[in-house]
């Protein structure tokens, strides 16, 4: 069983790998959904005609709100590490800006029989279709994944800044130093 680190030196790069590894999911999926768009057929004709959106692969758009999910969950666990204002505020704007994230992301992950997903499609975008309109839950092309890159940065910065201080008030041994205590 893995165990929680108490440790500041240990915690910061431990949640930097993290906000690398959802930086690169993120903008993943974000160019596979964008390779799906413009690679989506043209029905009709001139002026008539539109983008058949239904063929962009409606899993590149799911894993692109799993990612989203694991965004906020990060940004939750490091705003609770440090106690942080800013990174509770990130988090807070994050949630305002796709304020549909927790509810379609639980949804898919933990499918249940209920009506949710029945409405719910992927058109490049996530949306619930209501009668006469259509509401957007998820747009990785556009102000959604500015917002969540937004967070994501701030959780970056802030954690960069602590460990740069971390290194600055210990720094590491010279080269030749460290190269001979590993030779004890």
Wanted: proline share 5%; aromatic share 6%.
């Amino acid at each position: 069983m893995a165990r929680k680190t108490k440790d500041e030196t240990v915690a910061v790069p431990r949640f930097l790998a993290g906000c690398r590894s959802v930086r690169d999911g993120l903008n993943l999926q974000r160019e596979r959904i964008d390779h799906g768009v413009k690679a989506a057929p043209s029905i009709g004709v001139g002026s008539e005609a539109v983008k058949n959106l239904t063929y962009v692969p409606e899993a590149d758009l799911w894993y692109y709100v799993y990612e989203l999910g694991r965004l906020r969950d990060l940004t939750t666990a490091v705003a609770g590490w440090f106690r942080e204002p800013a990174l509770e505020q990130a988090k807070d704007a994050l949630d305002a800006a796709i304020p549909h994230l927790r509810e379609a992301r639980n949804r898919w992950t933990h499918v249940i029989d209920d009506e949710y997903l029945d409405m719910v499609v992927s058109l490049g975008i996530l949306v619930r279709l209501k009668p006469g309109s259509a509401e957007v839950l998820i747009d990785p092309r556009g102000y959604h994944h500015d917002s969540a890159i937004a967070c994501l940065t701030t959780v970056e910065q802030f954690l960069r800044a602590k460990l740069n201080r971390q290194i600055a008030d210990d720094p590491p041994l010279p080269l030749d130093q460290q190269i001979a205590s590993r030779r004890v």
